[in-house]
Protein backbone atom coordinates (compact mmCIF):
# COMPACT_ATOMS: atom_id res chain seq x y z
CA UNK A 1 0.00 0.00 0.00
CA UNK A 2 0.96 3.33 -0.74
CA UNK A 3 2.30 5.45 2.65
CA UNK A 4 1.15 9.12 3.31
CA UNK A 5 -1.41 9.08 0.44
CA UNK A 6 -4.22 11.54 1.66
CA UNK A 7 -8.01 11.47 0.18
CA UNK A 8 -6.29 14.54 -1.88
CA UNK A 9 -4.11 12.33 -3.84
CA UNK A 10 -7.37 10.20 -4.76
CA UNK A 11 -8.65 12.95 -6.79
CA UNK A 12 -8.35 12.00 -10.32
CA UNK A 13 -10.58 9.10 -10.15
CA UNK A 14 -12.88 10.13 -8.00
CA UNK A 15 -13.14 12.90 -10.32
CA UNK A 16 -13.48 10.67 -12.96
CA UNK A 17 -16.37 8.75 -10.84
CA UNK A 18 -18.38 11.08 -10.46
CA UNK A 19 -18.03 12.32 -14.60
CA UNK A 20 -19.63 8.91 -15.10
CA UNK A 21 -21.81 9.01 -12.70
CA UNK A 22 -22.85 12.29 -14.65
CA UNK A 23 -22.59 10.81 -18.23
CA UNK A 24 -23.71 7.41 -17.74
CA UNK A 25 -25.71 7.49 -14.70
CA UNK A 26 -28.67 5.36 -16.84
CA UNK A 27 -26.08 2.72 -16.82
CA UNK A 28 -26.31 -0.72 -14.93
CA UNK A 29 -24.39 0.32 -11.66
CA UNK A 30 -21.11 -1.58 -11.09
CA UNK A 31 -19.05 -3.03 -8.26
CA UNK A 32 -16.40 -0.09 -7.63
CA UNK A 33 -12.82 -0.02 -6.14
CA UNK A 34 -10.20 3.36 -5.83
CA UNK A 35 -7.75 2.67 -3.60
CA UNK A 36 -4.54 3.79 -2.33
CA UNK A 37 -2.62 0.71 -3.81
CA UNK A 38 -3.31 2.21 -7.42
CA UNK A 39 -3.71 6.01 -6.96
CA UNK A 40 -5.14 6.89 -9.91
CA UNK A 41 -6.74 3.80 -11.15
CA UNK A 42 -11.01 3.55 -10.98
CA UNK A 43 -12.29 0.01 -11.04
CA UNK A 44 -15.27 -1.03 -12.82
CA UNK A 45 -16.58 -4.89 -12.00
CA UNK A 46 -19.72 -6.75 -13.35
CA UNK A 47 -20.29 -9.82 -11.33
CA UNK A 48 -22.22 -12.60 -12.81
CA UNK A 49 -23.25 -9.45 -15.24
CA UNK A 50 -21.83 -9.95 -18.74
CA UNK A 51 -24.50 -7.72 -20.36
CA UNK A 52 -23.61 -4.80 -18.02
CA UNK A 53 -19.80 -5.04 -19.25
CA UNK A 54 -20.85 -5.14 -22.54
CA UNK A 55 -23.14 -1.99 -22.19
CA UNK A 56 -20.26 0.22 -20.23
CA UNK A 57 -17.63 -1.13 -22.85
CA UNK A 58 -19.43 0.22 -25.79
CA UNK A 59 -20.09 3.62 -23.55
CA UNK A 60 -16.76 4.35 -22.84
CA UNK A 61 -15.67 3.28 -26.84
CA UNK A 62 -13.64 0.69 -25.66
CA UNK A 63 -13.01 -1.81 -29.15
CA UNK A 64 -14.05 -5.08 -29.07
CA UNK A 65 -10.80 -6.28 -30.35
CA UNK A 66 -9.08 -4.14 -26.70
CA UNK A 67 -10.82 -7.18 -24.29
CA UNK A 68 -8.31 -9.41 -23.14
CA UNK A 69 -10.54 -12.38 -22.30
CA UNK A 70 -9.41 -15.56 -19.65
CA UNK A 71 -10.77 -17.97 -17.68
CA UNK A 72 -10.21 -18.22 -13.93
CA UNK A 73 -10.92 -20.61 -10.63
CA UNK A 74 -9.90 -23.74 -12.78
CA UNK A 75 -11.73 -22.54 -15.96
CA UNK A 76 -15.06 -22.04 -14.14
CA UNK A 77 -15.42 -18.52 -14.45
CA UNK A 78 -15.14 -16.62 -17.61
CA UNK A 79 -13.31 -12.87 -17.62
CA UNK A 80 -13.52 -10.11 -19.89
CA UNK A 81 -11.05 -6.95 -19.12
CA UNK A 82 -10.29 -4.04 -20.60
CA UNK A 83 -8.99 -0.52 -19.56
CA UNK A 84 -9.34 2.82 -20.80
CA UNK A 85 -8.22 6.62 -20.00
CA UNK A 86 -11.28 8.51 -18.88
CA UNK A 87 -10.39 11.79 -17.10
CA UNK A 88 -6.92 11.43 -16.47
CA UNK A 89 -7.73 8.22 -14.66
CA UNK A 90 -6.67 4.54 -15.91
CA UNK A 91 -10.30 3.02 -16.04
CA UNK A 92 -10.19 -0.82 -15.49
CA UNK A 93 -13.40 -2.53 -16.49
CA UNK A 94 -14.02 -6.27 -15.89
CA UNK A 95 -16.40 -8.84 -16.08
CA UNK A 96 -16.91 -12.08 -14.40
CA UNK A 97 -19.41 -14.71 -15.32
CA UNK A 98 -20.15 -18.61 -14.86
CA UNK A 99 -18.37 -20.05 -17.60
CA UNK A 100 -21.66 -21.43 -18.53
CA UNK A 101 -22.89 -18.07 -19.34
CA UNK A 102 -22.30 -17.14 -23.17
CA UNK A 103 -19.96 -14.54 -23.82
CA UNK A 104 -21.11 -11.07 -25.67
CA UNK A 105 -20.92 -11.28 -28.77
CA UNK A 106 -18.18 -8.38 -29.35
CA UNK A 107 -15.83 -10.76 -27.18
CA UNK A 108 -16.04 -13.47 -29.57
CA UNK A 109 -12.64 -14.25 -31.82
CA UNK A 110 -10.86 -12.19 -28.62
CA UNK A 111 -7.48 -13.91 -28.05
CA UNK A 112 -6.34 -15.04 -24.50
Known amino acids: ?3 GLTLDDLAVPLRA ?3 LAVDFGRLPAPALRVGAVYPNRLDLSFHDD ?9 ALGIAPEAV ?10 RV ?6 FAGAVLVLTGFADIT ?6 AEGVAE
Open 1 to 3: MSE
Open 17 to 19: LRL
Open 50 to 58: LAGFEVWRE
Open 68 to 77: AHSTQSDGET
Open 80 to 85: LKATAD
Open 101 to 106: APAPSS
